[in-house]
């Protein structure tokens, strides 16, 4: 065996336990541990996937464990799923894999553990990569495949990775939806047969299905109990999860890029590197898994993710395409006046020769509309400048439409097949650039480029897409290698973005694609933060939030508070509500400030000024999922903790409103048991306070107990009678009638508490 580098030997272990035939491979977070066997000469098998092991038992673990193939490949074990499948240079469709040798680096935080494998026969190699990192329990795991055969190749299945899951009560969380729907939860038992979650749309893959999931181990899934497994593919494009349960004690998930129509042609010496499968492993239940990935999001995954975000107020529900300098600068002036630090012009201020006036021309056009804006970016930038806030702009710039310059000029960049029309998308003019080609990948880093060099002090940029890959074709591609498009389009967007952040490190940018279509670890290297939904209603978002913190920090998820009704729901939602539950994510708006009542802004204006009082616990603390909406037990519940301990941030929010209704008191969770905490609730409308504002408890009484939450506020009555009424109309239908609390911390002694934050909602409909 050739061990490159031996080290640390807690983290990232590679045990030698007797010969080398019997040789395992430790592979360690703080606290998990992944246990493989990798005798030089034989199969790369997996062992363990679990709770960190001690070194005792690390040494007879080969003896208590069922073993399974590592990395499954096709051709002598037919009948079971595999995660690689070839047909070699001569047309022999069968692999034999084994190992090579085992290295281990350490490059910052992380310990990269490498074992290499080569087919028995034929010059073909895989080395299947591990990184264990050191501070978050996140193991990320590849393959690097490539051959030495005369001729290409054919990959017809490439997974990232491959995990068996012991059978028993398995149950697996997902998310799925549709536009302004996304992230809807669904929790389901593993059963006999092949589950399959997959993505085709080209470039909005978490508009749909999401390429993430956890594990549930022991029954049902339980928030804050049992063990737990995630697993979330770090991959923009189309990606295909397998769970296989077949006839023996496990269930076998696979993760990687969906091959279908993509199968890859590998040319001798290229190196084809499938995206990372990311894993975590708790035994704090699901909120535990969350809390995993999204120290690990925050620490290495997600743009700037240890930078508390700005507030902001986005133009695209105020205005839509209706931009002007007057009309940005009031925006900017309310923003600014409500104590927000950002505005950000959305969508229609672009097209020269095509004003962009709606959805069906101009995009590719990225000079400034004269005629709206006559003073150009640069008069945006000084009015915000006048106003004291950041200035940020919307582009899409992998599209096209068919009315715009771009495309007069370069039709042959859209993804077309050869021979047909080519098929249209939004406004029935949209086309998708194709970014296979060098040539595109210029001119769409340049939009970026020719937008930060002519105006250094934008602040932010929210990066849309809205339209799926409708055609199979590049123009780019030769024809035999059309079956690249789906992964050479992503390789493509990956170095322009790689570009963009080499050259303009501090630029936040937002992922937005028809709203949540880019919540993927494949993007948030390179964007702060994504657009979760285009469905603003704080009701809705209750569900769509919460499905989408099982695997994403509130840091990344931009949640913005709206008007009444709802653009998408129509909905009526009190503004209290509509800012408590915009307040659990990264807090915006999406509003036009001047239809606001006075009184609305000083709610705004105040619940901005609390939000900077909480965000770092928001953005950067731990989340417990307390109640789930999808409980249906009229509320919701979760608490972010700072990692101190010393503050934390407690919702609870009224998902149904009947009389005299029951709901069950949500106890906290995460406190430190010994810590006193005192009570202060946040964005208060009621016109007397809890009866335990300012009072003091224990960590411990407030995990065993919760606090009471009153059903109903306590306002005048000329108040209630709008909020009654309102109930009154949906006595026999729909009733809402929602609070939310929040908690924060203090420290062991009484004379130095912090505060609690109570965070009282209502909604009524
Ligand atoms: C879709 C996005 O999700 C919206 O927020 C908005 O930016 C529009 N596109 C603009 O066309």
């Avoid at 281990?104 to 895989?126: R, S």
């Avoid at 068996?164 to 593993?190: C, F, K, M, Y």
């Avoid at 499905?547 to 009190?574: D, E």
Wanted: some cysteine; aromatic content about 10%.
């Amino acid at each position: 065996m050739n061990f490159k580098k031996r080290t640390n030997f807690l983290f990232g272990v590679l045990l030698l336990t007797g010969s080398l035939l019997a040789q395992n491979v430790c592979v360690s977070t703080p606290k998990t541990s992944l246990v493989l066997s990798a005798p030089e000469g034989g199969t790369l098998r997996h062992l363990y996937y679990g709770n960190r092991l001690s070194e005792a038992d690390l040494q007879n673990i080969s003896a208590a464990e069922a073993n399974h193939a590592a990395y499954p490949e096709y051709g002598l074990n037919a009948p079971v799923e595999t995660a690689l499948a070839v047909k070699h240079a001569d047309g022999n469709m069968t692999l034999q894999l084994e190992v090579l040798n085992v290295t281990t680096e350490k490059e910052g935080n992380a310990v990269t553990t490498v074992v290499a494998l080569k087919d028995k026969v034929y010059p073909f190699f895989v080395n299947v990569c591990y990184r264990a990192w050191q501070d978050a329990d996140v193991i990320e795991s590849w393959t690097e495949i490539s051959h030495q055969e005369k001729k290409p190749v054919v990959l017809n299945q490439f997974a990232s990775g491959y995990l068996p899951i012991r059978r028993g009560d398995v149950w697996l969380s997902h998310l799925s939806g549709s536009w302004a729907n996304e992230g809807v939860l669904t929790q389901e038992p593993l059963t006999p047969g092949m589950k399959v979650i997959k993505n085709k749309d080209g470039v909005r893959n978490s508009h749909t299905d999401h390429a993430e999931v956890m594990f549930s181990l022991d029954g049902r899934p339980q928030e804050n109990t049992g063990n737990v497994i995630g697993a979330a593919l770090c991959y923009s494009g189309n990606y295909k999860l397998r769970i296989e349960t077949h006839d023996d004690e496990y269930h076998h998930f696979f993760a990687g890029i969906n091959e279908e129509n993509s199968t890859y042609s590998l040319k001798k010496d290229e190196l084809f590197r499938t995206p990372e499968l990311a894993l975590t492993y708790s035994n704090e239940g699901l909120s535990g898994g969350s809390r995993n990935f999204h120290r690990w999001a925050r620490l290495h995954k997600l743009a700037h993710g240890t930078t508390p975000r700005k507030i902001l107020l986005n133009s695209w529900e105020g205005v839509y395409f209706d931009i002007n300098q007057q009309g940005m600068d009031q925006m900017m002036a309310d923003i600014a006046s409500m104590g927000g630090e950002l505005f950000v012009m959305d969508d229609g201020w672009f097209g020269d020769k095509y004003p962009r006036k709606n959805d069906s021309s101009s995009l590719g056009d990225w000079v400034v509309d004269k005629n709206k804006l006559p003073n150009g970016i640069e008069g945006l930038l000084s009015d915000a400048k006048k106003h004291g806030v950041k200035f940020g702009i919307w582009i899409e710039p992998e599209m096209a439409n068919t009315t715009s310059e771009l495309y007069e000029k370069h039709p042959d960049w859209v993804l077309k097949a050869s021979e047909r029309d080519v098929v249209l998308g939004r406004g029935g003019t949209q086309v998708v650039l194709d970014l296979a080609n060098p040539a595109v990948q210029d001119f769409v880093f340049g939009v970026v480029d020719n937008l930060m060099t002519s105006y250094p002090e934008i602040d932010y940029i929210k990066w849309d897409a809205n339209m799926s890959v409708q055609n199979h074709g590049s123009q780019y591609l030769t024809k035999d290698n059309q079956s690249h498009m789906y992964i050479e389009f992503h390789r493509g967007f990956e170095k322009i973005c790689q570009r963009i952040r080499a050259k303009y490190p501090d630029l936040t940018i937002q992922a937005c694609a028809s709203g949540g279509g880019r919540a993927n670890y494949g993007v948030l290297p390179y964007f702060d933060e994504f657009w979760v939904s285009d469905n603003t209603d704080a009701l809705q978002r209750v569900y769509m939030q919460w499905g989408t913190s099982y695997f994403f920090p509130a840091i990344a998820m931009a949640s913005h508070i709206s008007a009444a009704p709802n653009h998408q729901t129509f909905r009526t939602i009190p503004l209290k509500y509509r800012i408590d539950v915009a307040m659990s994510g990264r807090l915006g708006m999406e509003i036009q400030p001047k239809n606001m009542t006075e009184e609305e802004k000083a709610l705004c204006k105040n619940a901005i000024a609390e939000y900077k009082t909480i965000r770092p616990v928001v953005q950067l603390g731990d989340i417990y999922r307390l109640l789930s909406p999808y409980d249906k037990q009229g509320v919701a519940s979760l608490m972010y903790v700072a990692s101190e301990k010393d503050k934390a941030v407690f919702y609870w929010w009224k998902t149904e409103h009947f009389c005299n209704q029951h709901l069950p008191r949500v106890k906290m969770a995460g406190l430190c048991a010994d810590k006193q905490y005192r009570v202060h609730e946040l964005n208060r409308i009621d016109n007397v306070p809890l009866n335990y504002e300012g009072k003091s408890f224990s960590g411990a009484y407030l995990m065993a107990n919760g606090l009471e939450i009153p059903y109903n506020h306590k306002v005048d009555y000329h108040k209630q009678n709008d909020y009654s009424s309102r109930v009154k109309v949906n006595l026999s239908g729909v009733k809402v009638r929602f609070m939310g609390t929040v908690g924060t911390v203090g420290t062991a002694s009484l004379l130095s508490h912090t505060r609690m934050y109570i965070n009282n909602v209502r909604v009524m409909k």
